[in-house]
């Protein structure tokens, strides 16, 4: 079995669900090795604010509406909150963080992602004013 890793970093995004499947594609196609068929792909999102997922990449619907109920389960601006130096977005974030996780796993079938039609993968960018994320990729073949 080989390894390759590299560190993604993705410009910063408004807050919501941004689909970056071929910004991760692209990363892989520079990345693994033509031979490669069969693997695995691994996403780590180097920061507790945002969050991965993988969900519906046709309909931008789905991404508001998933936005609209992380912000009913966390909202912002909660008296009983304690941690509120960052920013009254930034408890909230965590929150969301901790719920959908920051890693994937996808396997790699015939040397790209083996994800579904309707799939995609999501940066759940939770703050207002993020900034730039990183994402380490490690494939194993």
């Known amino acids: 079995?080989?390894?390759?890793?590299?560190?993604?970093?993705?410009?910063?995004?408004?807050?919501?669900?941004?689909?970056?499947?071929?910004?991760?594609?692209e990363a892989l196609n520079k990345l693994?090795?033509?031979s490669s068929k069969a693997g695995l792909v691994h996403l780590f999102l180097q920061?507790?604010?945002?969050?991965?997922?993988?969900?519906?990449?046709?309909?931008?619907?789905?991404?508001?509406?998933?936005?609209?109920?992380?912000?009913?389960?966390?909202?912002?601006?909660?008296?009983?909150?304690?941690?509120?130096?960052e920013g009254a977005?930034?408890?909230?974030?965590?929150?969301?963080?901790?719920?959908?996780?920051v890693s994937l796993t996808i396997p790699l079938i015939n040397g790209a992602l083996g994800l579904g039609t309707w799939q995609g993968i999501y940066l759940c960018e939770h703050r207002d004013y993020g900034g730039q994320r990183r994402i380490v990729i490690t494939v194993s073949t």
């Open 89 to 101: 977005d930034d408890l909230p974030a965590h929150f969301k963080s901790v719920m959908l996780g």
């Open 32 to 34: 693994i090795p033509q």
């Open 47 to 85: 920061h507790t604010s945002a969050s991965l997922a993988i969900n519906e990449n046709a309909d931008p619907d789905v991404r508001l509406d998933i936005e609209d109920w992380l912000n009913k389960i966390a909202p912002a601006n909660q008296l009983q909150y304690r941690h509120t130096l």
């Open 1 to 25: 079995m080989s390894y390759q890793q590299t560190t993604l970093t993705l410009p910063a995004y408004a807050r919501g669900i941004h689909i970056i499947t071929p910004v991760i594609e």
